[in-house]
């Protein structure tokens, strides 16, 4: 487990069941580094929920608030992947989960029941490609005036 660090986020992740009717226990949590261009990701860490559904506190890295000051300062948010798993349920991945400095986060993941004797397939919470960007060049937005 990472230790704190001055740059650093908490992440919780609640895991209910769809619509968030009942908190899923011991679900299997994972949360790992965004995929690099060959896919390969770190696993960070790897835990299970409580009988309320929740994730103990997990502390994640992420760059400088400084970063976010100027558009050429660098990315100002990490980016995970949550994989949420659970018997009877359909497994449940979240792409592209950012995280900022000193910003704590709740990750809400609704499992969907299985029906009897199917198998369980992966679901995405959220769409592959680049995160968005947080940040207008403002030397763009003058050009245009």
Do not use: C, W
Not at 72 to 88: K, R
């Amino acid at each position: 487990m990472p230790n704190p660090t001055k740059d650093s986020a908490v992440l919780r992740v609640v895991v209910t069941t769809a619509l968030g009717a009942l908190p899923v226990a011991d679900a299997s949590v994972t949360v790992s580094t965004a995929a690099d261009e060959t896919g390969a990701r770190d696993l960070i860490y790897s835990v299970r929920t409580d009988a309320g559904g929740m994730t103990p506190p997990m502390t994640l890295p992420t760059p400088p608030r400084s970063n976010s000051m100027t558009p050429d300062g660098g990315l100002p948010y990490a980016v995970y992947t949550v994989e949420v798993t659970h018997p009877g349920y359909t497994p449940v991945t979240a792409l592209h989960v950012t995280m900022f400095s000193g910003v704590p986060a709740v990750l809400p993941v609704p499992l969907t029941p299985l029906p009897e004797n199917q198998s369980p397939t992966q679901s995405d919470l959220t769409a592959t490609g680049e995160p968005q960007v947080l940040y207008h060049d403002q030397t763009d937005l003058n050009a245009e005036e």
